[in-house]
């Protein structure tokens, strides 16, 4: 699994080496600074080996931060239970089809992350998921496919982002490398390879993950 790991965070590292090259290619169009939560608001929907690493870092936190966090995340998974009352763990969104994962987190929803700390900062910084570390910017290749048109509204008020240069990455290469490294995970984890399988992160601070059975689960999920 060490080597899992080890892969997972040269994958994130490309990721943040991007984000830092557009802060300091254009200061003046990119609001984001430590200590703000804007888009730290809803609940987001992350893969597997996000929530394990994810889990990595917060299983390292005082328990005198991790006990009120745990209260935010079953308060969550309460009102999730309205919507989806078999909702249980280990919390694999991956049984109802994705337009469904709506009702879990609805558009509107304005709610802090459960991982935010009392200064706005993400308490598990250095192992947030893939998707916080894409959020802001649009997802722009080097050869030129738009992946992601949206961004942060405080982000590029005077410019329209998908005409500056700076931004692109190889985007197409590190999803892909994001998949392939995903299937691994499975392999090893589950006993099988798969494509997909994800969770919520206020869930993914609440799976079991050493004392579960996960390949029984996986041979019993078909």
Known sequence: ME??????????????DWFARCMAAYPEHIACRSGCSGCCRSTFDITLLDAYYLKLGF???????????????RERLALMRQEWPEFDHPFVLNYRPEEEWE???????????VLLGDDGRCLVYDHRPMTCRLHGIPLVDTEGEVMHDEWCTMNFTEADPLTLPGL???????LRAEVALFRDFTERFLGRRMSEL?????????????????????REEG
């Open 168 to 174: 692109t990455a190889p985007f197409d290469s590190i």
């Open 3 to 16: 080597e899992i790991l080890k892969r997972n965070r040269e994958l994130l590292a490309r990721v943040d």
């Open 103 to 113: 009702l879990l987190m609805p558009d509107l929803d304005e709610t802090p992350c």
């Open 59 to 73: 299983d390292r936190l005082p328990e005198a931060v991790r006990v009120p966090v745990l209260a935010k995340c």
């Open 198 to 218: 994800d969770t919520l992160i206020p869930t993914a601070l609440m799976i079991d993950f050493d004392g579960f059975d996960w390949k029984r689960w996986a």
